[in-house]
């Protein structure tokens, strides 16, 4: 469904993405693991549009969609949960929710419906929804991040570090939203650096290194393995 | 010689009906510098436009408040024209860029505006003429009008901003336009709109004007320098603090005007902007950032 | 390296003799033209150390420009018999004090808060010299009358349509030799790092403030220099030169040349000024109108300026 083929891209002059190809097929879950630096919330940025690469394709349900615009890809079905979850501060929690539900062919009914299935899963943000979004504490951020993306209803969601800075309870909330995710059938392509969490909620994972993909492998060997892990990335 | 109490009272009431007019004006600026970084070199000259473009249809039509939406309209419409065609090209290079292809948009705009229409000034007729009778002071009221539409209009696009569907689009891409464009906002768009909409406020107070004082070509610099006073000493970005600061500026500039020529009475404006910019650069009306 | 440095004086001192004939060859009124051109080119030039190599964008040259030129009109009224050098000191002695004012502004406010102050001086300077008729002769200005160009020891007589021109290339040229020393100095050095990356510069440790100050003084005093010498070429003074519109100018000359080339700005100049007298024997007083779409196709399609263009054409 998503695929990324030999991509490079820039940041000005820096070479971050030095060919890099991945897979995702519907309805995966796919683990990106690597030290920090090694480009993978890059990867990202390059599937969602936010940069552009300058050389390789990145193909999404066939078509081609490097250097598209990110409004563009939202609307194709990609959502991405940025690593600084990039809540809009001064919008309230139903605000930011609704940013994802001005979408042509979305009607009253259904905004309804996707809030108050948002709701139900995320009670927290029920309660808050009248206050802004700034107010909210680092995991409810969190979560509206993700509640935020689920309001494009997409097919596949970016997932940039989903549990950078959270407390070990909330950690285990997002790895039960994963998996609720997974089982509604979105696919999930999931930039980590928390191992045992990225390893028990994906199927594969691609481990990065300096820019590039070094080494591919079903999570079930890597669970079983630990030496590459130690290799690439030291834990 | 003593400044008698009604010359201040009259001085008070004239600055907050200039301060209107400026607010609406210095609202669409801030509005299209706190979403897209552009410094509109060309704001005043649309207010000019609007000033003509109004004119030439009350010329025609003599009713006041079909030239007021005429305006408004078709200088939102040259707005959304020039954004997307001179300004969107820019977006994401230098910002000096977009000052001087803003500069010199502002230059064929006053240069064409003396080709077509002349270079003498012409006059628009207030809808509501004769005085409004203030305990023994007469005050036109039309002056009372002004401000009452500038702030009408002022107050419409805060609604909007707040509650109407598109605001949350709006806020959304000031606020954060990668993340907006993210969610499917398809910023481009809101980008001209919140020029358009800029642009029609800004005609919108060259119409306004009109009666007050002229319209020529000049008119346009000017509005352009106190627009980008406000909007620094207001908070760049900052909608409620323009209001205020085109009111703070604006009676600054009216008592002024009671010691020293209107000519002279400017530079209080622009001493303002430099003891803002040394003290308090971030804007008089906010908060100090922590 | 070394054969483009040699092709580059070569080409100076082409260009250099060409203007050096120029008024020998030309009739009256483009002899008048190339010298102004060269004086804008000055002021241009001296816009540049600002904009091209600081990184800081002022729209307010048309104030150093306009006090040069005022304090030089005020030197020639007052001290008889009118003498050149005093009104060149003057000048540059006015240009400095109003930079240094400015400079203190330059250091305390960055990028566009920046620019739009140096538009407000712009600004409040021409309302002040507008409306203080006694001193300034207001909307009239001053009108006097051109000292004898007189070199003790060398030279003493009143200025012909040559060797003014002559004097005012001089002058120019130097003035350039000196900026391009600049320029390329360490100093200049420093003065680019601030615009590439200022930050930066200033956790390496350069006093940024510092280099700053002495960047708007020396632009300044250039600016002025070229005010004095417009002001010795017409013998007048008036307030529409301090007027924001000039300052505009100079930073066009400065974008269309292209910035941070030192010559690129003269060109600018040049060009601008050619399609000035071109277009307006078309256009009348409207020149402004293709003049200022083509600098605004100039800045989305070619913002390298004419000189940036050229060179990439050239490193092809």
């Known amino acids: ?235 | 010689m003593a400044i008698g109490f009604e010359q201040i009272l009259i001085q008070t009431v004239n600055g907050i009906v200039n301060g209107m007019i400026l607010a609406l004006v210095a609202s669409g600026l801030t509005l299209i510098f706190g979403i897209m970084d552009v410094v509109n070199f060309a704001h005043g000259d649309l207010v000019m436009l609007g000033g003509f473009v109004g004119a030439v249809t009350i010329a025609s039509t003599g009713n006041f408040w079909l030239a007021l939406l005429v305006a408004a309209v078709v200088i939102a419409v040259f707005g959304a024209v020039l954004q997307a065609t001179t300004l969107r090209p820019l977006i994401g290079r230098d910002p000096l860029q977009t000052i001087l292809a803003t500069f010199g948009i502002s230059l064929v705009l006053q240069k064409y505006a003396i080709w077509q229409w002349g270079p003498s000034a012409r006059r628009i007729q207030e809808p509501l003429s004769g005085n409004f009778a203030f305990f023994y002071l007469q005050y036109p009221w039309y002056r009372i009008l002004t401000a009452l539409l500038a702030t009408a209009i002022i107050g419409a696009l805060y609604l909007f901003l707040r509650y109407g569907k598109y605001g949350i689009w709006i806020r959304a891409t000031t606020q954060d336009r990668v993340m907006a464009q993210a969610m499917g906002i398809p910023v481009p768009l809101v980008h001209t709109a919140v020029f358009a909409i800029g642009a029609g406020m800004a005609a919108a107070s060259g119409v306004l004007f009109g009666p007050l004082g002229g319209v020529t070509q000049n008119i346009g610099l000017d509005f352009t320098l106190r627009a980008f006073i406000v909007v620094v000493v207001g908070g760049m970005g900052n909608l409620g603090g323009s209001i205020l600061a085109s009111i703070f500026i604006s009676l600054l500039e009216a008592y002024a005007a009671l010691i020293v020529s209107p000519a002279q009475a400017v530079i209080v404006s622009f001493v303002a902007l430099i003891l803002t910019l040394l003290f308090r650069p971030t804007g008089l009306f906010v908060p100090t950032p922590k | 390296m070394r054969r483009s440095v040699t092709s580059y004086w070569v080409g100076f001192a082409i260009i250099l003799a060409l203007l050096a004939i120029a008024p020998l060859l030309l009739p009256e009124f483009w002899r008048r033209f190339v010298t102004e051109i060269l004086i804008w080119g000055l002021l241009a030039m001296s816009s540049d150390i600002l904009i091209g190599y600081t990184g800081m964008v002022s729209f307010g040259h048309s104030v150093f420009f306009g006090l040069g030129m005022y304090c030089a009109a005020a030197a020639l009224l007052t001290t008889k018999p009118p003498n050149l050098w005093i009104a060149v000191l003057y000048g540059l002695a006015g240009a400095l004090a109003v930079s240094l004012f400015v400079a203190y502004f330059a250091t305390r406010l960055r990028d566009i808060y920046f620019s739009i102050t140096t538009l407000v001086f712009s600004q409040i300077f021409y309302v002040v010299i507008f409306t203080w008729t006694d001193v300034t002769g207001g909307e009239n200005g001053l009108a006097f009358s051109q000292p004898p160009l007189s070199i003790p020891g060398i030279w003493s007589g009143r200025f012909t349509g040559e060797t003014l021109h002559w004097f005012v290339l001089a002058v120019v040229t130097v003035s350039f030799l000196i900026l391009r020393r600049v320029t390329q100095s360490p100093f200049g050095m420093v003065l680019q790092a601030i615009r590439e990356n200022e930050p930066r510069a200033r956790a390496i440790g350069y006093p940024v403030e510092r280099y700053k100050i002495v960047a708007v003084m020396l632009s300044g005093l250039f600016a002025g220099l070229a005010g004095v010498l417009y002001a010795v070429q017409n013998k007048f003074a008036a307030p529409d030169f301090v007027f924001f519109i000039v300052s505009g100018e100079v930073v066009i000359f400065n974008v269309m040349g292209g910035v941070g080339t030192l010559v690129g700005p003269v060109v600018g100049a040049a060009f601008f000024l050619l399609l000035r007298e071109g277009l307006s024997r078309y256009f009348t007083e409207y020149y402004l109108i293709p003049v200022g779409i083509i600098f605004t196709a100039m800045v989305i399609f070619m913002p390298q300026g004419l000189l940036g263009f050229a060179r990439r054409r050239l490193n092809q």
Do not use: C
């Not at chain 1, 407390?167 to 696919?187: F, N």
């Open chain 1, 1 to 235: 469904m998503l695929a990324l083929d030999n991509v490079h891209t820039y940041y000005g002059k820096s070479h971050i993405l030095h060919g890099v190809s991945i897979e995702v097929q519907p309805g995966e879950v796919v683990g990106l693991l690597g030290r920090n630096g090694v480009g993978k919330s890059t990867t990202l940025k390059t599937v969602m549009g936010v940069v552009r690469p300058s050389e390789g394709g990145v193909v999404f349900e066939g078509r081609q969609i490097g250097g598209m615009a990110p409004h563009h890809l939202a609307h194709l079905g990609i959502a991405w949960v940025p690593e600084d979850r990039r809540i809009f501060r001064l919008l309230t929690v139903m605000e930011n929710l609704r940013t994802g539900l001005e979408r042509p062919g979305v009607t009253e009914a259904k905004r309804k419906e996707l809030l108050d299935k948002v709701y139900v899963s995320f009670p927290v943000l029920a309660e808050r929804r009248a206050q802004a979004g700034g107010t909210l504490s680092g995991g409810e951020q969190q979560m509206l991040a993700i509640a935020r993306a689920m309001m494009l209803e997409p097919k596949i969601i970016l997932l940039d570090e989903p549990t950078e800075g959270l407390m070990p309870r909330m950690v285990g909330q997002i790895s039960q939203i994963i998996r609720t995710l997974h089982e509604e059938g979105v696919a999930i392509l999931l930039v980590e650096q928390n191992v045992p969490l990225t390893l028990e909620a994906s199927s594969r994972v691609y481990i990065m290194e300096k820019g590039v993909v070094r080494h591919h492998a079903p999570a079930a060997d890597l669970r079983a393995n630990h030496a590459i892990i130690h290799q690439y990335l030291g834990i």
